[in-house]
């Protein structure tokens, strides 16, 4: 069975300061990445993907991608509240040659005033 | 663009019956996938559909199926309703099987 392990949380951080969410997978075939945010109530909406080694930023968002230690990581900067929410990283497997993205359980992120 | 969207967004039904859901993909995408969110799953991956023939199956009983149109729009039906199904449907659709997704609102179905 192909797995995506994410930390449950709660994550708990203050304000401004920054906010580190990890990912490992257990596919060493896979080949892209993505971190989705879900707001209570809401559908996940996409926040970034990666495919290469290395890292990747987009704003106060930088996603971190190591396949060697199939580890993928996001660093949000400068935590604003409306950052809490529950943060899913998925990755898109192959599976039996047909990919599919398996997604982590979740980490919920909350952002302290 | 639009995006995804499903329908309808809300359902209550009882125990043995049967439901279908529908999603309409974003313009040009041609891949729909179905999830169902619960609090202690999270999202589990139900099928994907690629130009009408399903790629992927997740692991759920034969009572959810699904199928896709030519115009990419899709539908998921889940027979014989149980407690346990009552969960958050979400359709999310990309234009290749290698590209990313984008999820719908979503159906919350409430099986009493």
């Known amino acids: 069975q192909k797995e995506v392990e994410q930390n449950s949380g709660p994550l708990s951080v203050p304000e401004g300061a920054i906010a580190s969410l990890n990912c490992t997978y257990s596919d060493r075939g896979s080949q892209s990445f993505f971190w989705y945010r879900q707001y209570s109530g809401k559908s996940p909406e996409l926040i970034m993907f990666i495919y290469s080694n290395g890292d990747k930023e987009d704003g106060r968002f930088t996603a971190q991608l190591n396949k060697a230690s199939q580890y993928v990581s996001l660093l949000i900067r400068d935590s604003q509240p409306s950052d809490s929410a529950t943060y899913l990283c998925a990755v898109n497997e192959a599976d039996f040659g047909n990919e599919k993205l398996t997604f982590g359980t979740g980490t919920r992120l909350t952002i302290i005033p | 663009k639009a995006g995804v969207t499903q329908t309808p967004r809300y359902l209550i039904k009882t125990r043995g019956q049967q439901v279908t859901l529908s999603c309409s993909p974003i313009?040009?995408?041609?891949?729909v996938s179905w999830y169902q969110q619960t609090p202690g799953q999270g999202l589990q991956f139900l099928f994907e559909?690629?130009?009408?023939?399903?790629?992927n199956k997740g692991n759920f009983p034969g009572r959810f199926s699904g199928r896709q149109f030519s115009n990419s729009r899709s539908e998921m039906n889940v027979s014989t309703l149980e407690l346990g199904d009552s969960a958050l449907y979400l359709c999310?659709?990309?234009?290749?099987?290698?590209?990313?997704?984008?999820f719908g609102p979503g159906t919350r179905l409430l099986v009493l």
């Open positions: 999310a659709s990309r234009t290749g099987l290698q590209e990313t997704q984008y």
């Open positions: 559909y690629f130009s009408e023939t399903q790629r």
């Open positions: 313009s040009g995408h041609r891949s």
